[in-house]
Protein backbone atom coordinates (compact mmCIF):
# COMPACT_ATOMS: atom_id res chain seq x y z
CA UNK A 1 0.00 0.00 0.00
CA UNK A 2 1.74 3.19 -0.97
CA UNK A 3 1.24 6.68 1.29
CA UNK A 4 -1.30 9.05 0.47
CA UNK A 5 0.52 12.22 -1.79
CA UNK A 6 0.97 15.65 -0.35
CA UNK A 7 2.78 18.18 -1.03
CA UNK A 8 6.53 18.54 0.60
CA UNK A 9 5.65 21.91 1.86
CA UNK A 10 3.16 24.61 1.48
CA UNK A 11 3.44 28.39 3.12
CA UNK A 12 1.57 31.50 3.75
CA UNK A 13 1.52 34.84 5.41
CA UNK A 14 0.20 35.30 9.00
CA UNK A 15 -3.65 36.01 8.08
CA UNK A 16 -4.00 33.84 5.06
CA UNK A 17 -5.58 30.76 4.17
CA UNK A 18 -3.62 28.08 2.72
CA UNK A 19 -5.04 24.53 1.78
CA UNK A 20 -2.90 20.88 1.88
CA UNK A 21 -3.72 18.83 -0.38
CA UNK A 22 -3.62 14.36 0.38
CA UNK A 23 -4.58 12.64 -2.98
CA UNK A 24 -4.95 8.61 -2.52
CA UNK A 25 -7.28 6.05 -4.58
CA UNK A 26 -10.80 4.78 -4.68
CA UNK A 27 -9.57 2.11 -2.67
CA UNK A 28 -8.16 4.72 0.11
CA UNK A 29 -9.31 8.71 0.16
CA UNK A 30 -11.83 8.32 -2.20
CA UNK A 31 -14.04 5.13 -0.62
CA UNK A 32 -14.42 6.02 2.65
CA UNK A 33 -15.21 8.55 4.71
CA UNK A 34 -12.02 8.07 7.53
CA UNK A 35 -9.64 10.68 6.47
CA UNK A 36 -7.95 12.10 9.13
CA UNK A 37 -5.49 14.94 9.71
CA UNK A 38 -2.22 15.47 11.96
CA UNK A 39 -0.36 18.38 13.35
CA UNK A 40 3.35 17.42 14.62
CA UNK A 41 4.95 20.75 16.02
CA UNK A 42 9.43 19.69 15.72
CA UNK A 43 9.63 17.22 19.08
CA UNK A 44 6.30 16.73 19.55
CA UNK A 45 3.72 14.06 19.19
CA UNK A 46 0.94 14.16 16.71
CA UNK A 47 -2.31 15.52 17.48
CA UNK A 48 -5.54 15.07 15.96
CA UNK A 49 -6.93 18.37 13.89
CA UNK A 50 -9.42 16.51 11.90
CA UNK A 51 -11.24 13.06 11.90
CA UNK A 52 -13.82 11.72 9.35
CA UNK A 53 -13.07 14.35 7.02
CA UNK A 54 -14.20 17.22 8.38
CA UNK A 55 -15.23 16.65 11.70
CA UNK A 56 -12.73 18.71 14.93
CA UNK A 57 -11.93 17.42 17.82
CA UNK A 58 -13.10 19.48 20.81
CA UNK A 59 -10.45 21.67 21.44
CA UNK A 60 -9.48 22.17 17.98
CA UNK A 61 -9.60 25.54 16.26
CA UNK A 62 -12.43 25.94 14.03
CA UNK A 63 -9.83 27.97 11.69
CA UNK A 64 -8.92 24.30 10.49
CA UNK A 65 -11.41 22.40 8.56
CA UNK A 66 -11.36 19.46 6.19
CA UNK A 67 -13.51 18.40 3.18
CA UNK A 68 -13.17 15.62 0.26
CA UNK A 69 -13.57 15.69 -3.46
CA UNK A 70 -13.60 12.60 -5.38
CA UNK A 71 -9.82 10.64 -4.20
CA UNK A 72 -8.51 14.01 -2.81
CA UNK A 73 -8.83 14.90 0.70
CA UNK A 74 -7.92 18.65 1.84
CA UNK A 75 -6.99 20.58 5.19
CA UNK A 76 -7.70 24.53 4.86
CA UNK A 77 -6.04 26.42 7.96
CA UNK A 78 -7.66 29.84 7.67
CA UNK A 79 -6.05 33.20 9.03
CA UNK A 80 -2.84 31.71 9.80
CA UNK A 81 -0.85 31.88 12.45
CA UNK A 82 2.74 31.41 13.88
CA UNK A 83 1.88 28.30 16.24
CA UNK A 84 0.23 26.88 12.83
CA UNK A 85 3.91 26.43 11.88
CA UNK A 86 4.14 22.34 11.63
CA UNK A 87 4.49 18.76 9.76
CA UNK A 88 0.93 17.74 8.85
CA UNK A 89 0.19 14.30 7.99
CA UNK A 90 -3.20 13.18 6.64
CA UNK A 91 -4.48 9.18 7.09
CA UNK A 92 -7.41 7.13 5.74
CA UNK A 93 -8.50 3.62 6.28
CA UNK A 94 -7.94 1.61 2.83
CA UNK A 95 -9.70 -1.71 1.61
CA UNK A 96 -6.09 -3.02 1.29
CA UNK A 97 -4.35 -5.44 2.92
CA UNK A 98 -2.69 -2.68 5.41
CA UNK A 99 -5.75 -1.06 6.58
CA UNK A 100 -4.21 2.65 7.98
CA UNK A 101 -2.20 4.59 5.31
CA UNK A 102 -0.33 8.14 6.04
CA UNK A 103 0.46 10.90 3.98
CA UNK A 104 3.77 11.88 2.84
CA UNK A 105 3.77 14.76 5.14
CA UNK A 106 3.41 18.58 4.45
CA UNK A 107 5.77 21.37 6.29
CA UNK A 108 3.79 24.44 6.67
CA UNK A 109 5.66 27.77 6.70
CA UNK A 110 4.36 31.39 7.90
CA UNK A 111 6.03 33.75 6.49
CA UNK B 1 -8.25 12.99 30.18
CA UNK B 2 -6.30 9.39 28.83
CA UNK B 3 -2.47 9.90 28.74
CA UNK B 4 -0.35 7.04 27.21
CA UNK B 5 3.16 6.74 28.00
CA UNK B 6 5.55 4.11 26.12
CA UNK B 7 8.57 2.93 27.77
CA UNK B 8 11.52 0.52 26.97
CA UNK B 9 15.41 0.55 25.79
CA UNK B 10 16.59 3.08 23.69
CA UNK B 11 19.07 0.75 22.29
CA UNK B 12 18.44 -2.69 20.67
CA UNK B 13 20.93 -4.55 18.72
CA UNK B 14 20.70 -5.83 15.48
CA UNK B 15 18.80 -9.29 15.01
CA UNK B 16 17.69 -9.10 18.72
CA UNK B 17 13.99 -8.43 19.83
CA UNK B 18 12.78 -4.67 20.49
CA UNK B 19 10.21 -4.58 22.98
CA UNK B 20 8.17 -1.60 24.32
CA UNK B 21 5.31 -0.65 26.41
CA UNK B 22 2.68 1.39 26.65
CA UNK B 23 1.24 2.20 29.56
CA UNK B 24 -2.12 4.16 29.92
CA UNK B 25 -3.50 6.25 32.28
CA UNK B 26 -7.10 8.15 32.42
CA UNK B 27 -8.61 5.09 30.75
CA UNK B 28 -8.76 1.45 30.32
CA UNK B 29 -7.17 -0.61 27.98
CA UNK B 30 -10.63 -3.02 29.13
CA UNK B 31 -12.78 -0.67 27.19
CA UNK B 32 -14.52 -2.48 24.28
CA UNK B 33 -14.84 1.46 22.83
CA UNK B 34 -11.26 1.37 21.28
CA UNK B 35 -8.40 -0.14 19.80
CA UNK B 36 -4.89 0.11 21.26
CA UNK B 37 -2.06 1.05 18.52
CA UNK B 38 1.72 1.31 17.53
CA UNK B 39 2.89 3.18 15.49
CA UNK B 40 6.33 4.83 14.33
CA UNK B 41 8.19 7.10 12.96
CA UNK B 42 11.78 6.84 11.07
CA UNK B 43 13.91 9.89 12.05
CA UNK B 44 13.19 12.63 9.29
CA UNK B 45 10.59 10.46 7.72
CA UNK B 46 6.86 10.02 7.71
CA UNK B 47 4.60 7.65 9.85
CA UNK B 48 3.85 4.09 9.44
CA UNK B 49 1.18 1.89 11.30
CA UNK B 50 2.20 -1.05 13.13
CA UNK B 51 -1.15 -2.98 14.28
CA UNK B 52 -3.63 -2.52 17.00
CA UNK B 53 -4.85 -4.97 19.72
CA UNK B 54 -8.37 -4.96 20.88
CA UNK B 55 -9.33 -5.65 24.89
CA UNK B 56 -10.32 -9.19 23.89
CA UNK B 57 -6.42 -9.68 22.11
CA UNK B 58 -7.84 -10.10 18.78
CA UNK B 59 -4.74 -7.72 16.52
CA UNK B 60 -4.20 -6.70 13.35
CA UNK B 61 -1.20 -6.04 11.72
CA UNK B 62 0.81 -4.16 8.94
CA UNK B 63 1.14 -7.00 6.37
CA UNK B 64 4.54 -5.61 5.72
CA UNK B 65 6.02 -6.63 9.50
CA UNK B 66 3.16 -8.99 10.42
CA UNK B 67 5.92 -12.13 10.22
CA UNK B 68 8.35 -9.79 13.12
CA UNK B 69 5.08 -8.14 14.98
CA UNK B 70 3.72 -8.84 18.24
CA UNK B 71 1.33 -7.02 20.24
CA UNK B 72 0.01 -8.00 23.52
CA UNK B 73 -2.42 -6.56 26.52
CA UNK B 74 -2.52 -6.50 30.05
CA UNK B 75 -5.30 -5.02 31.51
CA UNK B 76 -4.05 -6.02 35.02
CA UNK B 77 -1.45 -3.02 34.16
CA UNK B 78 -3.52 -1.06 32.29
CA UNK B 79 -0.73 -1.54 29.89
CA UNK B 80 -0.42 -3.02 26.22
CA UNK B 81 3.06 -4.09 24.79
CA UNK B 82 5.03 -4.12 20.99
CA UNK B 83 7.18 -6.92 20.26
CA UNK B 84 9.74 -6.92 16.89
CA UNK B 85 11.46 -9.62 16.23
CA UNK B 86 14.67 -9.45 14.31
CA UNK B 87 15.25 -6.11 13.92
CA UNK B 88 17.41 -3.86 11.65
CA UNK B 89 19.29 -0.55 11.37
CA UNK B 90 15.54 0.27 8.91
CA UNK B 91 13.42 -0.78 12.02
CA UNK B 92 15.73 2.76 13.84
CA UNK B 93 12.57 5.12 14.69
CA UNK B 94 10.28 6.98 17.29
CA UNK B 95 7.40 5.07 18.40
CA UNK B 96 4.12 5.77 19.28
CA UNK B 97 1.37 3.89 21.37
CA UNK B 98 -1.98 5.66 20.19
CA UNK B 99 -5.47 4.77 20.91
CA UNK B 100 -8.56 4.86 18.24
CA UNK B 101 -11.64 4.87 18.47
CA UNK B 102 -13.63 1.98 17.62
CA UNK B 103 -16.04 2.65 14.38
CA UNK B 104 -13.87 6.01 13.75
CA UNK B 105 -10.28 4.86 12.06
CA UNK B 106 -8.72 7.81 13.43
CA UNK B 107 -6.10 7.61 16.07
CA UNK B 108 -7.03 10.52 18.56
CA UNK B 109 -4.51 9.93 21.71
CA UNK B 110 -0.83 9.71 21.57
CA UNK B 111 1.99 9.25 23.42
CA UNK B 112 4.78 11.45 23.46
CA UNK B 113 6.99 8.84 21.84
CA UNK B 114 10.53 6.70 22.30
CA UNK B 115 13.82 6.61 19.90
CA UNK B 116 14.44 3.12 19.15
CA UNK B 117 17.82 2.86 17.35
CA UNK B 118 18.96 -0.57 16.26
CA UNK B 119 22.72 -0.35 16.65
CA UNK B 120 25.75 -3.07 17.51
Known amino acids: QSALTQPASVSGSPGQSITISCTGT?????????VSWYQQHPGKAPKLMIY???NRPSGVSNRFSGSKSGNTASLTISGLQAEDEADYYC???????????FGTGTKVTVL | QVQLQESGPGLVKPSETLSLTCTVS??????????WTWIRQPPGEGLEWLGYIFYSGSTNYNPSLKSRVTISVDTSKNQFSLRLSSVTAADTALYYCARFPRGRYTFDSWGQGTLVTVSS
Open chain 1, 52 to 54: EVS
Open chain 1, 26 to 34: SSDVGGYNY
Open chain 2, 26 to 35: GGSVGSPNYY
Open chain 1, 91 to 101: SSYTSSSNPYV
